[in-house]
Each structure stands twice: as C-alpha cells, then as structure tokens.
C-alpha cells in the first residue's frame, strides 16, 4: 500500500500538479492578489501584466524576463515587473530638463502616490523590481513601509523630485538601485542602511555634495549626475569597495592615491570630471584592478608607474588630460589644465542652481537696468530734440520679425516713441504678450504683494523679484526708484522706446509701471520694469557642464549662434539709432527650453554717454559708434570660438591661443582641424560647415577693426555654413557617425 501510494507520486507528478495546484499549492492571500490587479490596472495594463484572471495563481507563473513574482507563506516576497517604455535618458523631450508626461510616461492619471499606497500593502516584499514602466511623480516617503525590503530597483522611470529620507530606515536594504530617473537634489544621508552592497544612482540630476554612504558597499555608481565635491577621504574605508563609477560628473580636486590602492577595487571610472593635479608617480595599484578611467580630467604629470607600466589585466584609459605620458596626441596642452583649473569655481554654484536662477541673469538684468535709469534724464533731451525727425520703419521691423538676414539700410538717426501697434505685432510674433503699462495693483498682484519670497535680487539700484502673470508665465520684475525729478509721462514716452527691444533672441521688456509720490520735498518715481523670464541657464554653462555639452552638437551650436548673430543685427540695425557696445559673453546668452539663443544685458550705448559727451550726428559719435559695433563683432568671434572649441575663455592671451590653432588647422589639414575642435561635437558636423564657420570666426577676431566684417556678413555665413550641414544631415551622415 504505501509502495504504491510512492509509485503513485513519482509516476504522475505532473498530473497531481496540474489536477490539484489550485487547492493545494501555495497560493496568494487574497488581499495580495486584489493588490496585484490593482497594479495592473494602475500601471496600465502593461504587456507583462496581461492575460491574468481570476484563476491565476499567481505564485506558479510561467517565468519570464518582464514578470516575477516569487511567494513564501502565501505572501509575495518578491515582484519584479519590466515594462518596455523609454526613459529619460533616451528621451529627447527631456533634453530641455523638464519633465512632461507623454507617451513614453504613464498618462495622467498615474499617482504615484495611490500606487505606492496599494503597493506597500505587499508588506513582505523582500525584492521590489519596477523598470521602464514610465512612473512618474516624486518617491513617496511611505516607501519605507517595506520593511523587509533588501531589493530596490525602480531604474529607467520618470521619477523626479528629491530622495526621501525615509528610504534611510529601510535597514535590510542590500541594492538600491534608482538609475535613468530625474532624482535631483542631494542625497539623504544613508549611511544607516549597514548592509547595504550595491547603490546606483546614475543618470538622474543629483548633487552637489558626496552622499554620505555606508562602508559595506561593493558597488557605487553615481555617473552623469551634478555632483561637485572633492572626492572625500571616508572613500578610503571602503574595504569592499570594487566598483567606483563617478564619471560625467563635476567631482573637482586631486585623485586620492588610495583609490587605486583600496583592497577590493577593481573597476575605477573617474572620466569626465574636473579632477586635477598631478598623482604621485610611486602610488601602489591594487592587483585585481582591471579598469581605470581617468580620462576627460585637467591631470598633469606622468601616469603613476603601476598604470603606466599596464599589468596585461589591466585598461587604462587616460586621454584628454594635460598628460605627459604616452601620445600628446590625445592631450590637451599644459594649460588648458592650468587655466581650466583656475577657473573652476567654488561649490556655491550648485546653490544658485537650485534657485534656478543665474546670478549671471540678475546681474545682467540689474546692469541693463541700471544702464537705463541712468540714461532717462538724457534721454527725454533725444526725444524732445527729435520729435520732428521721426522716419518710417515699418521694414526694419518686418525684416527683423520674419528674422531673415537684411542689408544694412541707411544709417539708423532717431527715435520714434510712438509705435505702440507695431510693437504688438512684433509682440505677437514672439509668444510674448503685447507690451503693456501695469497699474500698481497689477504689479502688486504680480510679485504677491512684492512677497520676500520671490525676492531674487537686490542691488544699490533696486530689486529683482520673481512674478507670475495672469496665464501663469513666469516673469522678472526689476524695481527702480528715481529720485530725479522727471516727468512722468516722459518717462512714459522713454518706456516706450524700451519697448521696442523685442526680439526672439533678445530677453525682452514686456511692460513697466511708474508710480509717482511726493518724497521729502522731491517729486520722485518708482519703475517697475517687467522683463521675460529666461529658464534654462546660459550658453556658459552648457559648456562648462559635461552633461550640458553633450546635449549641444554641432547642428545646436550653429542655431544657438545664428540666434546670437540676429540679435545683434537686431540691435545694430534695427532700432534707430542703433545699439552697440553689447558686452557679448556666453554668460549674456540665455536659453530657452527650446535652446533659442536670448541676449541678455545688452546695452543702450546712444543713450548712455554722460551728458558732456557728443551728440549723435558729429563725427566723433560716429567713430566711437564703428568701434563700439566693430567690438560686437570680435565678442562675437569670441563666443564663436568658444563654441567652436568647447573651452571656456577668460584672457586675450586664450583668444591668441585657440586662433592660432585654427588658423594652422585651416592652412595644414582638415585632421588638424578636426582635433582643435571640442571632441564632444566630434560626428556632428560636416567639415565644410565648421570650416566655414572657422573661416568667419576669424575674421570677427582680426586685430585691425576695419578687416572685420560686418553682422551681415556673418549672418550671411553662418547662413552658408548650417546649410551645408543640413544638406549633409539629410543624407543621413548625422546618424551614422554619431
Ligand atoms: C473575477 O471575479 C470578480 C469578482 O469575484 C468578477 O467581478 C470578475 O468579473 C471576474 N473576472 C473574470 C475575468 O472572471
Ligand atoms: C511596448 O509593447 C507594446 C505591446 O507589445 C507595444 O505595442 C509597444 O509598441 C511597445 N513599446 C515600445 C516603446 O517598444
Ligand atoms: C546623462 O543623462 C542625461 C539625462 O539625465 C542623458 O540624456 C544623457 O544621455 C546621459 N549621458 C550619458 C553620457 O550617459
Ligand atoms: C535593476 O534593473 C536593471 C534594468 O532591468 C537591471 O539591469 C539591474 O540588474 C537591476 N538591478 C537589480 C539589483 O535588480
Ligand atoms: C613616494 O615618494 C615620496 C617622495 O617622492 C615619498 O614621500 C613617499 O613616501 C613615497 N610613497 C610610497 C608609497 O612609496
Ligand atoms: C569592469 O571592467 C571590465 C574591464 O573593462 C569590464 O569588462 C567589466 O564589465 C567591468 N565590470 C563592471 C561591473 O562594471
Ligand atoms: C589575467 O589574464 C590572463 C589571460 O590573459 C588570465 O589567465 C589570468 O587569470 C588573469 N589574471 C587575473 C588576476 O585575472
């Protein structure tokens, strides 16, 4: 009998199986399987859920890749789902920073609050896998409701907003692992998490300080985010440590010699940072090590011997330093490192990021600004002395509105004040409101009551606050008060010529308010400037951020400066008279969310010579004008360069320098060419494109005034040259080589 009952069992397991699994396996409780429906509605009905039913046991699913659910007493221990949605990363609607769900996200509806709610009542999940599933929306603190949580896993999600500190008690926690997400903000403090192996926070926006982490780890991965620190010495505890991957950050100071040596170390990748210095030469290297990056640095010197020497295990890949070992070839000269150190700035930076607010964009509001309360008394002297001599423009500002390259018309001689309907459809053609005189109320209304809050600004002049319009748009209010004693309304009339600075690739003035009151015996005025507001940073900073700078190849850099160079034909020869002395930086050009090049802190040099100095129409005037335009030009040429070799410029001696080295490219080969260009636009241009783009920058740049062209004739090639790059992206050249 019990022979049999044996035979029984051996000879039909399957059938056993298939008759009685229902009743007798392991199964989910219910409540757990309710959630799981839950979850597949929630996350969308994604592939990998589908085809489930009321009879699914949901602890004997066939295996697959994108689904995993493993069960121990009748509880889910482990769910992992993979979806196939993209992730930021591959997004390029994200290259702007922004988020926005769309298809690649989940709709709407999705809270990822709701789905974290219904998720935690799994509360004996151990592993916990949710990837490319397009969530969305900021990790919810109660994600610390998994108790017994050793695997995170919610890599290549829409998952924004700052870590919570909560995940801090998840105290099992073994691998956390939130890659490809759009975390940013500093890390929590997660030194607690005591077992915790593996940690990879790579891709997101994080920063700027260096995590503070447990010694257990094996594996830490903090590629291609905003950290910007020293590489701390608590690095030096890390007995486990094998893989360290901070590359593509901004990570400054010298390389520890202890890294190379840390006992377990075998995956060093330190590339794309601003690390410096040189390492000493008789540093010990770990023998397992089997990687080390290093390249894309500011290092000078030799390569440490035990590098340099290269066991038969071990790549070394150190190019793109200031390096004296192995092929120049691949190195910068000595002082790229030496200047690009000195630049580096202190950490503070990150700070005014989170602000989102340039300091570049304050100071350059607060100068043009002030350029302008300075110039009002001279100014209603202009007007009145010109009244008489208005002139039709209506072409200048069509050209400048369809923003196609002109020929520079008669010499711009007077203004006009009164072209308020021009100015709206000039207006309408940008996306901006039509420029308008607010009320007190209205700005009241606008700044939240001039709310300390939105205060971003202060100078001796006066504030910059941050307001919001009736449609929500975001502005910058500058607040003046003159204590001269002018007439309101011709500070009426010379806020209306301000109001013809309109230009797509100008920040722009929307609209002002001036309140007039009686101050001690003094009839004074306050001015309330409201000006566009310019998200994304400035030209500068794309190129002094490696990530930034891999966003701007070279089709985006020839748009970014074609929107420059019409600026600055809108501001040479659009208004009358014209304006020059631009003081033309890469910090001075802003970016949109769509990367549309906007000048800020331009000037209003007619109006701003004291009140001794020529009036216009004498000589005089006229030749501090020519080199005022001709110094446009070679800033310009400056940004050109800049944007041509991918290196921030901070003397003459640097401008000298990159010429040379272009001018020697054109004249010995295109290869010479090529390797004086920034390597992050490497594949994207087509050769004739940069040459001729080269060829102009050099021209902007010539010592002699007269020799360099005017902002027609680089329109004109800059037009030239991103044709034919277009021709050439077209035939697909773009796709291959990149
Ligand atoms: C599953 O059961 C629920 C209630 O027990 C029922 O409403 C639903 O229609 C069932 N679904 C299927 C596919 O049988
Ligand atoms: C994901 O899978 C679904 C269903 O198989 C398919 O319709 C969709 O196109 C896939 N999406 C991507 C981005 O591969
Ligand atoms: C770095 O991350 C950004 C988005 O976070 C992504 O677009 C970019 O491709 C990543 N760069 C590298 C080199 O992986
Ligand atoms: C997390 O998910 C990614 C993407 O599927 C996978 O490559 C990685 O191995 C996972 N890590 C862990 C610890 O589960
Ligand atoms: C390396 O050399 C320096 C002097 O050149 C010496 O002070 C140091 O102790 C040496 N370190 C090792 C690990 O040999
Ligand atoms: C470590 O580096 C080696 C050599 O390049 C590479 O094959 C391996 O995949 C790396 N390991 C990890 C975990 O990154
Ligand atoms: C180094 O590589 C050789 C083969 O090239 C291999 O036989 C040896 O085991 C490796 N040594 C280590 C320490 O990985």
Avoid at 234 to 248: C, G, P, Y
Avoid at 417 to 431: E, N, W
Wanted: glycine share 6%; hydrophobic share 40%; aromatic share 8%.
């Amino acid at each position: 009998m019990e022979n049999l009952w044996v035979s029984f069992h051996f000879l039909f397991p399957v059938l056993i199986l298939a008759v009685l699994a229902p009743f007798s396996m392991a199964q989910l409780i219910p409540s757990e399987t309710r959630v799981l429906f839950q979850v597949q509605e929630l996350l969308e009905y994604p592939a990998a859920l589908q085809g489930w039913t009321n009879w699914t046991n949901f602890c004997y699913l066939p295996p697959s890749p994108s689904l995993r659910v493993v069960c121990s007493n009748n509880r889910a221990t482990e769910l992992t789902i993979v979806g196939n949605k993209s992730s930021p990363s591959h997004s390029p609607i994200l290259a702007s920073g922004k988020f926005k769900v769309s298809q690649q996200t989940l709709s709407e509806r999705f809270s990822i609050d709701s789905f974290f709610t219904v998720l935690t009542k799994l509360s004996n999940l151990q592993v916990l896998s949710l990837v490319s599933l397009g969530l969305w929306g900021p990790l919810p603190s109660k994600i610390n409701r998994f108790r017994s949580l050793e695997v995170l896993n919610v890599s290549s999600n829409f998952i924004y907003g700052q870590l919570p500190s909560s995940i801090a008690s998840l105290k099992n926690l073994r691998s956390l692992v939130l890659a490809d997400n759009l975390f940013s903000g500093s890390v929590p403090d997660v030194k607690s998490l005591v077992v915790l192996q593996e940690l990879n926070l790579g891709d997101n926006h994080l920063g700027p300080g260096f995590p503070s982490l447990s010694n257990s780890l094996v594996s830490i991965k903090l590629r291609n985010n905003s950290f910007r620190s020293q590489i701390p010495s608590k690095v030096r505890n890390f007995a486990q440590l094998r893989q360290f991957d901070i590359s593509s950050n901004e990570f400054l100071g010298p390389i520890p010699s202890f890294l190379f040596s840390l006992p377990s170390i075998q995956n060093l990748s330190l590339a794309k940072n601003q690390l410096r210095e040189t390492l000493p030469i008789n540093i010990s290297c770990n023998d397992e090590l089997k990687l080390v990056d290093i390249s894309h640095n500011l290092l000078t010197g030799k390569l440490p011997s035990c590098l340099a020497s290269k066991p038969s295990n071990l790549t070394v890949l150190y190019s793109w330093n200031c390096l004296s070992s192995g092929n120049s070839k691949y190195q910068h000269p000595y002082r790229f490192c030496h200047k690009e150190a000195l630049a580096v700035k202190p950490p503070i930076k990150s700070k005014k990021r989170a602000s989102s607010i340039k300091l570049g964009l304050i100071l350059a509001i607060i100068g043009g600004v002030v350029a302008i309360a300075g110039i009002l008394g001279l100014l209603i002297l202009v007007i009145v002395r010109r009244t008489g001599e208005r002139r039709d423009k209506d072409n200048k500002f069509d050209r400048s509105v369809v923003d196609k390259t002109s020929i520079r018309s008669s010499p711009r001689s007077n203004v006009d004040a009164r072209r308020l309907p021009q100015t709206m459809r000039l207006a309408a053609a940008l996306g901006l409101p039509p420029y308008r005189v607010f009320t007190l109320e209205e700005m009241e209304d606008l700044t939240n009551n001039f709310d300390p809050s939105n205060l971003i600004g202060e100078g001796s002049q006066g504030q910059l606050y941050k307001g919001w319009l009736r449609d929500g748009s975001v502005v910058l209010v500058k607040c003046l008060k003159l204590n001269q004693k002018l007439l309101t309304q011709s500070l009426a009339q010379h806020m209306e010529v301000l109001s013809q600075m309109r230009h797509r690739h100008l920040v722009s003035i929307l609209g002002h308010c001036i309140v007039s009151y009686q101050d001690h015996s003094n009839a004074a005025s306050s001015v309330f400037i409201v000006l566009e507001y310019v998200p994304n940073g400035s030209l500068g900073d794309y190129l002094s951020d490696w990530r930034k700078k891999e966003m701007l190849k070279w089709p985006q850099r020839m748009a970014i400066t074609i929107g420059v160079a019409r600026g600055v034909q809108f501001l040479h020869t659009g208004t009358a008279p014209g304006v020059f002395g631009n003081n033309l930086k890469i910090d001075n050009v802003l970016l949109d969310d769509s990367l549309t090049a906007k000048i800020s802190n331009y000037n209003f040099l007619p109006f701003k010579v004291g009140s001794d100095s020529p009036r216009p129409g004498q000589d005089n005037h006229i030749s501090s004008t020519e080199t005022a335009e001709k110094e446009d030009i070679y800033q310009l040429g400056v940004i050109l360069l800049e944007v041509i070799t991918g290196k921030r410029i901070t003397s003459a001696i640097e401008v000298t320098d990159l010429k040379h080295q272009l001018e020697d490219g054109l004249t010995e080969s295109a290869s010479k060419l090529r390797a004086a260009t920034d390597p992050s636009i490497q594949g994207s241009f087509a050769y004739q494109s940069l040459k001729t783009t080269v060829e102009i920058t050099l021209n902007c740049l010539c010592k002699d005034l007269c020799k360099r062209p005017s902002i027609e004739d680089v329109l004109w090639n800059l037009q030239y040259s991103i044709q034919v790059q277009e021709g050439w992206t077209s035939s697909g050249n773009l796709s291959t080589q990149m």
